[in-house]
């Protein structure tokens, strides 16, 4: 099952950091809420010197890092899980402020309906001075 935004299959253009996310399990109803970049650091040999990169993630294929919403994907296959884009996000401080945002604003660490176990952000807010926050769930 590929990412949905909208309800209809996303396709990187590019424009965007990142992304937060919600998994749903259609079998049990249980949800994951979480983050992913589209690209990730790497280094690169350039004459002779090794230089930072960004390369592309695994985003496409991601369920996200909770172990137990990654074991039930394995038993239960990947057709039992949608995944659907929340936010798209132009920086890695957007991704992490709206992630936990949507986590907090669902109460997914207190609720047994979620795979959510734990939060961290660490971000300033010059880091969102660019901030639109646009809901497109609705």
Do not use: P
């Not at 950091?17 to 983050?35: A, S």
């Not at 997914?108 to 969102?128: G, M, P």
Request: hydrophobic share 30%.
């Amino acid at each position: 099952m590929n990412w949905l935004l909208c309800g209809s299959e996303y396709i990187d253009d590019g424009l965007s950091f990142g992304f937060v996310y919600m998994i749903e399990n259609t079998v049990t109803g249980k949800k994951y809420i979480g983050r992913k970049y589209f690209t990730q650091a790497g280094t690169k040999q350039v004459n002779g010197k090794k230089r930072k990169i960004r390369k592309s993630s695994d985003w496409q294929d991601y369920y996200g890092s909770n172990e137990t919403l990654k074991r039930e994907v394995a038993e239960l296959g990947k057709d039992k899980f949608v995944r659907t884009i929340l936010h798209l996000c132009k920086s890695k401080s957007e991704c992490s402020y709206l992630e936990t945002k949507e986590i907090f604003k669902q109460d997914a660490l207190l609720r047994e309906d979620f795979y959510n176990q734990w939060v961290t952000c660490k971000i300033t807010s010059k880091h969102l001075t660019n901030l639109q926050i646009t809901d497109i769930t609705k």
